[in-house]
């Protein structure tokens, strides 16, 4: 291999030229715990001649500081940059390196064995085309390592290196190596892979790792780095149907329009017919434009610019494919969820979903069942906690085109995203699309919501009251509704104690079901709107999530949140129904205010002070306000 640090500066841009022609494959090491995942990767980096004198000499410090290896340099010190890590000699989160042999560059990740990571092992397995799942000869086949294959499998990687590591521990005994890898391909059976490669090797001392060793007389296939150059290398996504997520509607004046985007499957000629989703215009390709001038063809990787021969309405998170090749469009899918969050997954709580630039509002609409990687046994869910996986319905609020994920790894592949926080929450592998979905349709009406309004000399709106039990809400909007009957209006009230006895008689008091009972009201709430109605909907509502989920079902300015701010104090002295009592009696189990939270409004369009005012006074409050924005 050329040494970079040996180059002279006019061999620097023949040196560039030879790296960036060479193919570049992305593999993970993953495994139990103390496997030896770091010090493999340090052990690739130093031995193909890749760290400069610095780095050596900051290695030296590092491992007399931190090391484990006694007088010899600590090579995982090169991946384990956390101080955590190098506290407790394991790898937390995931560290990505770049190394290159004479025929390939590469991107390694290191990912962590713990199962409280899981979610980082997840994230680093993504993009990757082959995993080095690591076993320690000593130890042989772990919980954790069956973990790591099923998601490996799960994540669409098909080719696997099962490094039987600490050759050295065991006198490189070959039954030893020949029953772990057994033991394991019996387990990988049902998981998929098209290959999986058993090497023998010592991280720590190099035995096979870069070439052979003699110390494996009796093993003839290739050492690690034989193995990574021979690995197939993303040919199979230029054999896909073409598929470009358009990332860019690219105008820079009047004579251009053109949609940029990386291509994630298949080839494109000038001339090609192609298909615009989810809106099914056709047009044909007349130029690819990129940075160094046009292309007669590009294929899966590169990033283009595409000119059409019509003007077709076009926006950020379209697909533009192959017109005889489309990709599936629904708002209904099976998937693979893997969830990612110390809050646990509630069905029915909204979402956002990002399928490459795509984003949308969704939602887990069931729990199918849970999935015991450690056992592959199925049992069932009604939520996920962190590191979970699961096959789950999902439901979004606007079609989208996807490829299912073992096909298609980009038009399958999606993450969630808290919409409060911003926080990536879960990731998901596309299956299927429900049937259903693609069953129901739309029937226009002709009577629509203004039309229903105008008959009622008002404007439809929901006023969302909110507080803790005994905060006063309900006896303010019935207070309120008899106002409106007074003067000609017409008004419905939604209250959760009457809800319950027939809507959503099914439901209980956990988590789960306060984010179904909310749903179903909201989408009641938005019919009521839709018929031109004042509604009035009392329900605690604890979580911010699901009033922010009410709140985008109708338009904007037709949902006002009124928080009726009672302390908790004030509320428990009424306590009209005695459920404070019970519940601190220990009668009662989540009991919002007691032992489970309420989240107060952070920016309501109405706050009552319901331990200040009477509710006739409050209720002249809305009145007014109904008067100011025109509802009334």
């Given at each position: 291999?050329?040494?970079?640090?040996?180059?002279?500066?006019?061999?620097?841009?023949?040196?560039?030229?030879?790296?960036?022609?060479?193919?570049?494959?992305?593999?993970?090491?993953?495994?139990?715990?103390?496997?030896?995942?770091?010090?493999?990767?340090?052990r690739?980096?130093?031995?193909?001649?890749?760290?400069?004198?610095?780095?050596?000499?900051?290695?030296?410090?590092?491992?007399?500081?931190?090391?484990?290896?006694?007088?010899?340099?600590?090579?995982?010190?090169?991946?384990?940059?956390?101080?955590?890590?190098?506290?407790?000699?394991?790898?937390?989160?995931?560290?990505?390196r770049?190394?290159?042999?004479?025929?390939?560059?590469?991107?390694?990740?290191?990912?962590?064995?713990?199962?409280?990571?899981?979610?980082?092992?997840?994230?680093?397995?993504?993009?990757a085309?082959?995993?080095?799942?690591?076993?320690?000869?000593?130890?042989?086949?772990?919980?954790?390592?069956?973990?790591?294959?099923?998601?490996?499998s799960?994540?669409?990687?098909?080719?696997?290196?099962?490094?039987?590591?600490?050759?050295?521990?065991?006198?490189?005994?070959?039954?030893?190596?020949?029953?772990?890898?057994?033991?394991?391909r019996?387990?990988?059976?049902?998981?998929?892979?098209?290959?999986?490669?058993?090497?023998?090797?010592?991280?720590?001392?190099?035995?096979?790792?870069?070439?052979?060793?003699?110390?494996?007389?009796?093993?003839?296939?290739?050492?690690?780095?034989?193995?990574l150059?021979t690995?197939r290398?993303?040919?199979?996504?230029?054999?896909?149907p073409?598929?470009?997520?358009?990332?860019?509607?690219?105008?820079?004046?009047?004579?251009?329009?053109?949609?940029?985007?990386?291509?994630?499957?298949?080839r494109?000629?000038?001339?090609?017919?192609?298909?615009?989703?989810?809106?099914?215009?056709?047009?044909?390709?007349?130029?690819?434009?990129?940075?160094?001038?046009?292309?007669?063809?590009?294929?899966a990787g590169?990033?283009?610019?595409?000119c059409?021969?019509?003007?077709?309405?076009?926006?950020?998170?379209?697909?533009?494919?192959a017109?005889?090749?489309?990709?599936?469009?629904?708002?209904?899918?099976?998937?693979?969820?893997?969830?990612?969050?110390?809050?646990?997954?509630?069905?029915?709580?909204?979402?956002?979903?990002?399928?490459?630039?795509?984003?949308?509002?969704?939602?887990?609409?069931?729990?199918?069942?849970?999935?015991?990687?450690?056992?592959?046994?199925?049992t069932?869910?009604?939520?996920?906690?962190?590191?979970?996986?699961?096959?789950?319905?999902?439901?979004?609020?606007?079609?989208?085109?996807?490829?299912?994920?073992?096909?298609?790894?980009?038009?399958?592949?999606?993450?969630?995203?808290?919409?409060?926080?911003?926080?990536?929450?879960?990731c998901?592998?596309?299956?299927?699309?429900?049937?259903r979905?693609?069953?129901?349709?739309?029937?226009?009406?002709?009577?629509?919501?203004?039309?229903?309004?105008a008959?009622?000399?008002?404007?439809?709106?929901?006023?969302?009251?909110t507080?803790?039990?005994?905060?006063g809400?309900?006896?303010?909007?019935?207070?309120?509704?008899?106002?409106?009957?007074?003067?000609?209006?017409?008004?419905?009230?939604?209250?959760?104690?009457?809800?319950?006895?027939?809507?959503?008689?099914d439901l209980?008091?956990?988590?789960?079901?306060?984010?179904?009972?909310?749903?179903?009201?909201?989408?009641?709430?938005?019919l009521?709107?839709?018929?031109?109605?004042?509604t009035?909907?009392?329900?605690?509502?604890?979580?911010?999530?699901?009033?922010?989920?009410?709140?985008?079902l109708v338009?904007?300015?037709?949902?006002?949140?009124?928080?009726?701010?009672?302390?908790?104090?004030?509320?428990?002295?009424?306590?009209?129904?005695?459920?404070?009592?019970?519940?601190?009696?220990?009668?009662?189990?989540?009991?919002?205010?007691?032992d489970?939270?309420?989240?107060?409004?952070?920016?309501?369009?109405?706050?009552?002070?319901?331990?200040?005012?009477?509710?006739?006074?409050?209720?002249?409050?809305?009145?007014?306000?109904?008067?100011?924005?025109?509802?009334?």
């Open positions: 291999m050329l040494d970079a640090t040996s180059l002279r500066p006019e061999d620097t841009e023949a040196y560039l030229l030879q790296q960036s022609d060479k193919e570049l494959l992305r593999f993970i090491t993953c495994g139990s715990v103390d496997d030896g995942k770091s010090t493999l990767i340090g690739l980096l130093f031995d193909s001649k890749q760290l400069f004198e610095d780095q050596l000499a900051a290695l030296g410090q590092d491992s007399r500081r931190w090391g484990t290896t006694g007088e010899e340099m600590d090579l995982a010190l090169l991946v384990d940059g956390l101080a955590a890590e190098r506290e407790q000699g394991i790898t937390i989160d995931v560290a990505y770049f190394f290159a042999s004479e025929k390939r560059k590469f991107i390694v990740a290191d990912t962590p064995g713990h199962e409280q990571y899981t979610r980082n092992m997840v994230t680093g397995a993504s993009t085309e082959l995993a080095v799942i690591l076993v320690d000869a000593r130890k042989g086949v772990l919980t954790q390592t069956r973990r790591h294959a099923f998601l490996v799960l994540l669409g990687i098909r080719q696997v290196v099962l490094a039987v590591n600490k050759m050295d521990l065991v006198d490189f005994d070959r039954g030893r190596f020949e029953e772990i890898v057994s033991d394991f019996q387990f990988a059976e049902g998981l998929g892979f098209e290959s999986i490669i058993g090497i023998p090797l010592s991280a720590l001392t190099g035995d096979n790792v870069i070439s052979a060793s003699d110390r494996t007389d009796w093993y003839e296939g290739p050492s690690l780095l034989e193995a150059d690995a290398v993303g040919r199979e996504q230029e054999e896909l073409f598929r470009l997520p358009v990332q860019w509607v690219n105008r820079p004046n009047l004579d251009f329009r053109g949609y940029s985007g990386t291509i994630t499957g298949g494109i000629r000038p001339g090609d017919e192609i298909v615009v989703l989810p809106s099914a215009r056709t047009s044909k390709v007349e130029r690819i434009v990129t940075y160094d001038g046009e292309l007669d063809e590009a294929v590169q990033a283009v610019t595409l059409l021969e019509d003007e077709v309405d076009i926006s950020r998170g379209d697909v533009i494919a017109a005889d090749a489309r990709p599936e469009v629904t708002d209904q899918f099976a998937a693979h969820l893997v969830w990612m969050s110390d809050q646990p997954l509630l069905p029915g709580r909204k979402l956002l979903l990002q399928l490459g630039p795509k984003q949308v509002s969704a939602q887990v609409t069931e729990i199918k069942h849970a999935v015991n990687v450690n056992t592959m046994e199925h069932a869910a009604k939520q996920l906690e962190l590191n979970e996986i699961a096959v789950c319905n999902v439901s979004t609020d606007q079609p989208i085109p996807f490829g299912p994920y073992k096909q298609e790894r980009e038009g399958g592949g999606f993450i969630l995203i808290d919409r409060i926080s911003n926080i990536t929450v879960g998901g592998m596309i299956d299927f699309p429900l049937r979905a693609s069953n129901v349709h739309w029937q226009e009406i002709a009577v629509d919501k203004q039309a229903r309004a008959l009622k000399s008002q404007q439809p709106a929901i006023l969302w009251f507080g803790l039990s005994g905060s809400k309900s006896t303010v909007a019935n207070a309120l509704e008899k106002k409106l009957h007074l003067l000609g209006h017409h008004s419905y009230l939604l209250d959760g104690d009457n809800v319950r006895h027939g809507l959503n008689r209980g008091f956990t988590d789960v079901d306060r984010v179904e009972n909310i749903r179903r009201v909201a989408e009641t709430a938005k009521f709107v839709d018929a031109g109605l004042i009035l909907v009392s329900f605690i509502s604890p979580f911010r999530s699901e009033r922010r989920m009410a709140r985008d338009e904007d300015g037709e949902f006002i949140e009124v928080f009726v701010d009672t302390p908790l104090e004030i509320c428990e002295a009424r306590d009209p129904k005695g459920l404070y009592r019970k519940a601190r009696a220990g009668q009662l189990a989540n009991f919002t205010g007691i489970s939270p309420y989240e107060a409004p952070e920016a309501p369009e109405m706050r009552l002070p319901g331990a200040e005012e009477e509710p006739d006074a409050m209720a002249d409050r809305i009145i007014d306000e109904l008067r100011r924005r025109g509802v009334i």
